[in-house]
């Protein structure tokens, strides 16, 4: 017979639970946030789309 993990008693768990909840948020929180490079060339495409004549 195969041995069965043990359980973590529910206080252990329940933090276990909180602590990969919080992780995940901060790393959502964190991808969601444009590198400097990017939010550049994001700015100069902005800046290139006004400076286009409008016909």
């Known amino acids: 017979m195969a041995p069965s993990p043990q359980r973590l008693d529910p206080d252990r768990s329940r933090r276990r639970l909180q602590l990969l909840a919080a992780l995940a948020q901060a790393k959502s929180t964190r ?5 400097p490079r ?16 409008v016909n």
Request: charged content about 40%.
């Open 38 to 53: 990017l939010r550049n060339l994001r700015l100069r495409e902005l800046i290139a789309t006004r400076r286009r004549p």
């Open 31 to 35: 991808e969601s946030i444009p590198s």
